[in-house]
Each structure stands twice: as C-alpha cells, then as structure tokens.
C-alpha cells in the first residue's frame, strides 16, 4: 500500500463531488446531442431545476461523500444562494462556496460565512478564487491585473480570518481597508480552499489557506507543486486537494468506452475553436493543462488512467481518471503518495457518475483503508500573525 508524502501521512482523504449549478452535460460538445439514459430528468430540468440539483445532494451525501463544490462564474448560478437553499434538503453535507474575492467586501463575506453556518449547522467550506482570466473578471466590473487580484485575495483572507476570530477590526491595505468592523455572534469559521501556481498566490496560501487546491495534473507534478506550496507556508500545515473528472465503472474497458463515447461527441472544428481560445488566457494551470494533450486528439492518456480528453474544449479541469474501479483507486493512491487528501469530483453527467463512484470506486476505497469515516475534522493550519493593522 502506498502512503502520503512526508508530512501529510495523517491527513484523512476526503471525497468531494462537483455541483453544476450551470447545467449538467451529458457530452463534451456544446451543440452534441443530449444521449440521456431512459428514466432521466428531461435536460430543460437538468438545466435550470432546483428538483435536479436537490437530487444530486441528496446521493452525494447518501454516498457518505464530505462536500458539493459550487462554482463561480458568469454562467453558474449564484453559489451562495444555491447553496444555502440546498443545506436545507440535507442534514450532513457540507457546501464548498466558491466566490471572488474582488466582489464582496471582506465584513459582508464574513457576515454571509456566518449567517450561512448557523443555518446550516455549520456546514459551510469556502472556496476563495482570486481570478484566472481578466476577461471574466471585466464582466463583473474587476478591473485589476492578475498579481493585484492575489494581493487584494491576501488582504481580503486578512480581514476575514480576523473578523471570525476578534471582537473588533480595524485594518488599513494597498487595496481593502475596514474601520471598527464586527460580527454578531460569530459562528466557527469555515475551512479555506484556495488555489494558483504564482509567487504571489502562493504567498496568499501560505498564510491562509487551510487546503490547496490544484488541477488535475499527473501525480510527479502535483506532488512537486505541493513541495514548493508547503516550502512557502513557514511552518503551517496545509493539506491539499486536486480537482478532477471520473469515468470509473465496473472494468477498464466500459471506463475507456465511455471516454471514447464522449471525445466521439466533438468535431476538429469545435476543437480549434476551444483551443485557440483557451490559450488567451492569463492562467498558469490552464496553460499547463494545455501543453498536457498539445490539441492532439489521440493518445490522450497523460498518465497511466489520466486522460486529458476533456481539456480538449473544456477550460478549468481538464483530465478525468479513467478505469476499473480497481485502476481508479490505484491512481488515488498514487496521487495520496505525493500528498494528495482531497479530491473534488465530477462526472458527464454528474446525477449519473455519482452512482459507479458510490456503489464501486468508494467501497474499494474503503477496503484498502484509504477512506475512513469522515468523523473527525481534520486540523485547522494556524494562520500567521496578522499584519497590515489588524
């Protein structure tokens, strides 16, 4: 049996799914016909229903998975609301809110952190995304460069983290400042998961970050990435999750068949087009997720069982691992070996692929002693000592 990288042996692996408050898809094309298995939602519901995301909640948490991710962006649904009208459909799921930090002033997020944890029953994890790509942070009225959003990401994680554990906060930055700010009757305060390979996004982490996240690179490289993120914390533990799709069935030959099945869905056209607009962008993950399939459309398998097939048209998470439930958990494991406890899921469509990871990838899991009960949260990472007036 494999074991953690050094300095994360007892790290507890949890198992996250993903929450498409955009619309499920059963295909990677954008104009591919929707195939839907006989008995499921029609797509118009999958689209814009609360009925189908409620289903979706209600079998991860019967799966006995930790959390949702709920995304940010221009074409999701607002996170904060849907998630807080989803806790209300379950009694142990958590609800990982991503949000921009540039959108919100630090004592409403705070507030709203709290408001949703009392709730909730303190369910509430936060994803803080400091912002990929000028061009979608433009839509929101986001004017500033990419090294400024980090900056601003810090002094945003400065103010919070202090108004969740202080009675009173004043705090004077390059870009934020708060004056006598409180909360009432603050609740615990919820884990951050934060991500980005630059200097100062690591910086950010480093100091706040209670998980890091990244995409869904071969294992060699993540575990390289977590030694340079864990060199720059100053001592402070950080666990770290990856985000990533699944296609785990029964045998590695249905698991590849169905790969097969969605990359059949797109034409060389579509591909260009996606590929020449996915290199504009400012991310540094996203170019690295790029170079992993270089727009080739065969020999997609990266990493034994990581196929890049998906960041063919798809930006942000681009590689799913892909095989028998027996391959998949060798590939977690391996991951877990180079530091990895955190594994945010999703699946085409994700009502569906819940169900192969429920009744088979997670009971093989378990049966070798990865996955435990997720009983005991794990150790907070102590934050630096505040600076910038607080």
Request: net charge negative; proline share 5%; glycine share 10%.
């Amino acid at each position: 049996m494999s074991h953690a990288a050094p300095g994360h042996e007892n790290d507890p692996v949890r198992v996250h799914w993903y929450l498409p408050t955009h619309g499920d898809e059963d295909s990677l094309s954008s104009a591919g016909a929707r195939r839907l298995p006989p008995g499921s939602v029609p797509w118009t519901g999958r689209r814009f229903g609360m009925d189908y995301l409620t289903r979706i909640v209600r079998e991860v948490e019967a799966a006995g998975l930790t959390s949702v991710l709920t995304p940010a962006g221009t074409y999701a649904d607002d996170a904060w609301i849907s998630a807080a009208a989803l806790a209300q459909a379950t009694s142990r799921l958590k609800f990982l809110v991503a949000f921009r930090p540039g959108l919100l002033a630090p004592t409403l997020a705070a507030q709203m952190a709290s408001a949703f944890q009392r709730v909730s029953g303190d369910r509430l994890l936060v994803n803080v995304v400091a912002g990929s790509d000028r061009r979608e942070q433009l839509r929101f009225g986001d004017e500033l460069a990419k090294e400024q959003r980090y900056a601003r990401a810090g002094e945003f994680l400065d103010i919070v983290r202090a108004l969740w554990e202080q009675d009173q906060v004043d705090y004077q930055g390059e870009h934020l400042r708060v004056a006598n700010a409180a909360l009432l009757e603050p609740r615990v305060f919820p884990e951050v998961y934060f991500a980005g390979s630059s200097h100062e996004a690591i910086e950010v982490a480093g100091r706040h970050a209670d998980v890091y996240l990244s995409w869904g690179e071969p294992p060699p490289a993540i575990g390289e990435r977590i030694a340079r993120v864990d060199a720059g914390a100053n001592e402070r533990h950080l666990r770290h999750g990856i985000r990533l799709h699944v296609i785990t069935r029964d045998t590695s030959e249905e698991a590849w068949a169905q790969a097969a099945h969605l990359l059949g869905s797109l034409d060389r056209e579509e591909i260009e087009s996606r590929q020449a607009e996915l290199r504009t962008h400012e991310s540094a993950g996203q170019q690295r997720l790029l170079a992993l399939h270089g727009g080739r459309t065969d020999d997609l398998e990266v990493y034994p069982g990581l196929w890049a097939g998906i960041g063919l048209v798809r930006g942000g998470t681009g590689t799913a691992m892909v095989g028998s439930h027996h391959e998949v958990a060798d590939l977690i494991q391996d991951y877990r070996a180079h530091g990895v406890s955190e594994f945010i899921l999703s699946g085409y469509p994700n009502l569906e692929e819940i169900h192969p990871v429920a009744t088979g990838l997670l009971p093989e899991l378990r049966r070798r002693g990865v996955l435990t009960a997720d009983a005991a949260e794990p150790p907070r990472a102590a934050h630096a000592q505040l600076v910038g007036g607080v």
